[in-house]
């Protein structure tokens, strides 16, 4: 039988000889926050691969030494963001900030490594050893207990070979899910703007839909602009979409075959839009002509006619005036510690990361496609994370985060975002009963037998169904104990 | 077993299409007649019950191998249909189209030219080899080969196929008939068919036309014989007498050189028989139906859906030595156990080898049956067969009364006994839904009277279980094997910490946390009589905790009572579920007791409640669990319980009607407040109609005075609340559950004498029913607080007639959302462990599928298993710098 997985003896120094084998996927840097790092990445690949990304690594360097583990994994996000032209932007990103830690969480920081002896500390550990060893002076002596007590801790808390995590994962998401509501509408933060939430937006984030049922986004902003409230609200009204009917009155004229539009000019202000800027944008509608008289936008037909007529007052009442398309409305709230924070119904992180002042390494978007199209694969996998996270300890759910992190791992390991399902996932599974047992049965067997698939057993489902012990668990350990002696065979 | 040692090990299925000349070899005999059985009620030789196609009668012999149905398996047997006339496999007609399309009708070949074919070849071999789905690409071949004209190859012109939904085809506009389509993808040479997506040692495209139809094998469809004497014949012997027919009478009619059109009317006939006959519910045709109207249940149905073979028979299987009754709770038990009706115990055996040291064991076993059973008697297992092996041969004897001795005589080494239940066996529990894996734990067993399922009240948590006439299944473990690792993976003291969240799902409930409470709860003393009465529940052993001497009396504190059951060595601090939350924390000084210390072993100050042995929350059970093993978390539990239990009967608790009663004072207040809140509702509606309500920013005026409403009712309702707790102290009985966590809370308590607050459906204020008013009560566009929901009463006051509907409005809203989410997050679940099911941590520790494609480095990023983690984390840092500062 083919065994693809090395087996290799696990004993604890084993392990760490081989030094920190960083996680799931390719370029992840510890420390900083993922969603920041992983943006970072994506941005920076997207601008100049080579140099920034060096410049992101050596940045970190200082942090800890970077095991650097390239996957396949790398080829499809990566291929997916160079191919993708960016246009001209008029601004950079900025640099990230990296905060220089303080000298003597470095001292400790140092010492642990030094005590610890190349075994395998998380790197959250390590951190909070520092932290409460810097706060407190007296644990700085004991710092060897410490060290030494996690990493017996540590080693004794690993999970066994062998253990069905995925299923225990399925399961510890999936029982929780009678305890949520099913009540879609619910007020997240911003009272004003409704998010769906609960088994609803679970199950959404899991199927992966192509866009959710409230697109919802968080625009941070950067430097200036998020303490200055006028900054804020210009960017604000460059992202919310403004319609014609929004800011002005728009009259028709039967007699003459014209249509004049009355800008408001309270709201034309509020919103910061020039009449000629408005005027601009009448006139890109085709088969028009128009033109400022009196303050009023006087608008002609290039051929008159009633019916013309009403087909052009209804495309105007609906033109864009200004604005990011599929953003309907922003809100502009102050946030302790931060300044003020953009908060937008309706989605589109494309265009809102190419606004000016909106810092692109922490505006976010519970969009998962869009955030795997713009910042790639990694960033949607965080991005699952963080939303399923949300949704259930919004509930007041309780579950463990690398139960959570496998779900996003399975849905993105193939470098696109995969719902969990007939159409992801279980119907790209390599075994046919697998297949057939989980939906569509009939249409799986049939195809299998036109390409001649075989299936090899190696699965759950699989094995069930022919009657045989399952490849997870105990059942994976091929230890048998002959009861008989040689001897006594011929008895 | 003996006799059996060989296990086979299946490596692998392959499936492929079944060419007609592989028909005609496994047939066992050629069917031609539609009739079953003759007059005499026996089966017509080449008729579908022909007796070559294996038999359904026990102890006839089928006439193709010679075994019998039952004990010697005769696999059964196919037979087969010679066709007419070629007919369409419905389940292959997307294949033909794709295949007629890309094809030329002349020479056979892909309409695309050499050069492009390679490429696609080599795109197609590469992509497999890196494991990358093909889909596409196939995709690209047959669109692009579609769009040629003609052939590069012989010039042949290409016209147009048409797919009339379900079988047949048009080639512009002119029909096709399913022999020119054969001859035609006949033509296709093999070194193409990789590019159609069809493997050649499987599969030709020309067999997807059928010319022969294999016939199952009786067995497959076994009639069943009514007690009228008639007999009724299974859904696809039925089918196969329709195809059958037509096909006779289509063959006699071409013969005899009829009419086309009479041929081809008959021809489609057995286009639809035979599809039919395949999948009885494809899309536009009309599904054939039995006599009495109810479709026929074919192929393709027997497969399908979750009555179908794969979910129904293969992914689920129905299992021996199991049982189900009504389950009822038993505080005497420990947590490991579970009481099974001697009824059940009789029933259930477990097998026994009979071994030079159990010989004597067994023989007394045996002969114990003959002693039967007295009312009044304790249980004791009897052995319900014996069983041995001669030359591979089983022999089963059924022990009674009157052979017992005699087979008791007999028994010799190697024997096995199935001797029945008893206690200390190991038995697996169940509750469905099984969420989790906790649904199903290992039990021991022990063998009560009467006639429900028994277990520690403790354990209801991890099976969602209640007492209301919940059933529960168990299943007795056969194997020495299986009852090893039940013993070592599944125990219940093996699954106290959940792998959700890394912390204790089985712990303390209701009346134990209300015990505990009042055990610990400020100063509380006990007489030296009481105490002795509590520790004997437990079958305390250790010392008599510390005497004090209070006026005059010798009393035991409650906290020394409850440290008796604390390990020696325990150092902890929290906060307990009493805690107020106050602003300023002041740990060990908290003015409340909420502050929890206990050091090495002695409950120093603060209140046992949910946060020390509740479950999910119980920081003492879970440190015990981690720091002594699962043994002691066990005990632990189950004396935790009990002592709970017993002080709440010592000191007696109850919760009746009069625990809500408050002052007319705080009724005043309550009635104040609601006033108020009513007229601010009212200058809100005002403020409304007469425009000067200003909108939040992007909410319309109605959605404005709607939030502000829902505002001011929700503040209404705290604020009775609030009064409401103000003259309610901790004497009360009800709250005391509310504050310790046993049961209730604070706002159940102020629904109940406060105010019950505003009723909501789908997280509005209720606004349906009438024309623009909720019942006929009120006035129309009355947008008051009582005309949209807000019930003032309490529910021991009482709620009015409008209010006790608005809030069934509310409670009916709670039960169909109930209903719609277990269906809704049941799919998502099956999905999910669908998706995940075949993934392992492997010896190096990465995370991988089973057929060895990484889904992560290391599980979980740290690799650390969340069961052991404490609430998720890897390593417990608070807790080990609590214990470096203990030291000093």
Known sequence: ??????????????????????????????????????????????????KKLQKVETA????????????????????KIEKKKEPERTFLPPPIKTVEEPKEYKMIRAEINKLRKNHFLPISIIDGIVERAARDKKLEAKLKYIVEKSLEEYAKNLIDPTEACGIIGAQSIGEPGTQMTMRTFHYAGVAEINVTLGLPRLIEIVDARSSPSTPMMNIYLRDEYRVN??????????????????????????????????????????KGIAINELLGRVQSVRKLSAKIEKETVKVTLDEPGYKILQNTNETLKNLKIKGIDGIKRVIIRKEPNEGYVIYSEGSNLKEVLDIEGVDPYRTTTNDIHAIARELGIEAARNMIIHEANATLSEQGLNVDMRHIMLVADVMTADGTVRAIGRHGVSGEKSSVLSRAAFEITVNHLLLASQRGESDELNGVAENIIVGQPVNLGTGAIELVMNTRKPKQKGK | MAGRNITKKIGALKFSVLSPTEIRKMSATKVITADTYDDDGFPITMGLMDQR???????????????????????????????????IHVGFVKTIRNSLRATCRKCGRILLSDKELEEYRKTIIKNSSEGRDNAYMFKMIISSATKTDACPRCGAISGKIDLDKPTSFRENGKKLTPTEIREWLEKIPDEDLPLLDINVHSARPEWMVLTVLPVPPVTVRPSVTLETGERSEDDLTHKLVDVIRINQRLQENRDAGAPQLIVEDLWELLQYHVTTYLDNQTSGIPPARHRSGRPLKTLAQRLKGKEGRFRSNLSGKRVNFSARTVISPDPNLSINEIGVPAEIARELTIPVRVTTQNLEWCKNLIKQTAQGEKPGDNYRPHVNYVKRYREGVEQRMKVTEKNSDDISEKLELGFIIERQLMDGDIALFNRQPSLHRMSMMAHRVKVMPNRSFRFNLSVCPPYNADFDGDEMNLHVLQGEEAKAEAEILMKVQENLMSPRFGGIIIGGLHDHISGCFLLTYQDKTFSKEKTSEILATFKYKGKFPEIHEENGESVVYGKDIFSVLLPKNLNIEYKAKACFHCE??????????????????????????????????????????????????????????????????????????????????????????????QNKINTLVAAYEHGELESLPGRSLEETLEMEIMRVTGRARDMAGEIASKYLGLNNSAVIMAKSGARGSMLNLSQM???????????????????????????????????????ANSYKSGLNPTEYFFHSMGGREGLVDTAVRTSRSGYMQRRLVNALEDLKVESDGTVRHTGGEIIQFRYGEDGVDPTRSTAGKAVDLDRIIYDVKQEE
Do not use: W
């Open chain 1, 1 to 50: 039988m083919a065994k693809p997985v090395p087996k290799k003896n696990r004993t604890q120094k084993k392990v760490e000889k081989k030094k920190p084998v960083k996680l799931a996927k390719p370029k992840i840097i510890p420390v900083k926050t993922k969603k920041q790092v992983v943006k970072t990445i994506a941005k920076s690949k997207a601008l100049k691969p080579t």
């Open chain 1, 60 to 79: 970190l360097e200082k942090k800890k030494p970077v095991e650097k583990k390239t996957k396949k994994v790398t080829t499809a996000s990566e291929k």
């Open chain 1, 229 to 270: 409230p006028d900054l804020a609200k210009e960017i604000a009204n460059k992202i919310e979409i403004t319609r014609l009917t929004d800011v002005a009155d728009i009259e028709m004229d039967l007699v003459n075959i014209t249509i004049s539009i009355k800008p408001n000019k309270k709201t034309m202000e509020k």
């Open chain 2, 53 to 87: 196609l294996s038999v359904i009668e026990p102890g006839l012999r089928c006439k193709t191998c010679g075994l019998k149905v039952g004990k010697d398996k005769c696999p059964g047997h196919f037979g087969h249909i010679d066709l007419a006339m070629p007919v």
């Open chain 2, 584 to 677: 300023v924390c002041k740990a060990a000084e908290c003015p409340n007791g909420a502050y929890v210390i206990v050091k090495n072993g002695k409950l120093k100050q603060g209140i046992v409640d949910e946060n020390s042995i509740g479950a999910f929350k119980g920081r003492i059970v879970e440190r015990i669990i981690r720091d002594h093993g699962t043994t002691a978390g066990r005990m632990f539990i189950d004396d935790v319980t009990r002592l709970g239990i017993a002080v709440v009967t010592v000191i007696g608790f109850t919760t009746s009607i009069d625990d809500e009663d408050i002052p007319t004072e705080a009724k005043r207040q309550i009635e104040e407040g609601l006033q108020k809140a």
């Open chain 2, 753 to 791: 004498c406060g105010c019950v607050g505003q009723q909501a459906v789908r997280g509005e204020r209720i606004s349906r029913g009438y024309k623009y008013r909720t019942l006929p009560h009120f006035k129309k566009g009355d947008l008051g607080a009582s005309a949209k929901g807000f019930v």
